[in-house]
């Protein structure tokens, strides 16, 4: 985290703490949230667990959209940056096509290609997206475990022009049978 200046990112619970945060919640749809003390998120290592912020993620969306560099100073090998977003091996996804990079996923989404990582912990999600070739990147985090796609997916409409979405099919319009068919 040092070199992109990420100060605010860590790993380590006990650090966290010590910093300002939200709190998180959970609990059924429909039904007041309950607040999730923080020493209750216990992250399933090495799946992740990865603490940051909105400043810290969009430092290295920046540096991730500029082959490695970050206030004009090279800071991860450009080589580095193109084989983290080279899809490696295909990955079930919300949308069709969905592939691993290394730590991110790729998939092609509206007519642009996705370079993003997600993820939730008792009482919180984030999601992470950016279109490297747009230079464009979207960061929610949502204080229930629970992805806010359609803020996301508001959130690149509003600054990209994107591929328009198939209208849904109308509904079947109801048979109406004639005296001499019924």
Known sequence: ??????????????VVVTFP???THGGPNGQPATVIRPMAVMAPWPVGGMFSTMTDLSRY?????NDGRLEGK??????VVKRMATPNVPVHSQVEGG????????????????VEHGGTLAGSATDFVMVPERHAAVIV????QSHLTRTVDAALESVLPLETLAPKPAAPTPMTLTPDEA
């Open 1 to 14: 985290f040092t070199p992109l200046g990420m100060s605010r990112s860590t790993f380590s619970l006990p």
């Open 21 to 23: 945060f939200s709190q």
């Open 61 to 65: 969306a920046v540096m991730f959209m």
């Open 74 to 79: 090279p800071v991860v090998a450009a080589a």
């Open 99 to 114: 592939q691993y990079g290394y730590g991110l996923e790729t998939l092609q989404w509206r007519g642009v290609r996705l």
């Open 141 to 144: 985090f949502a204080n229930r």
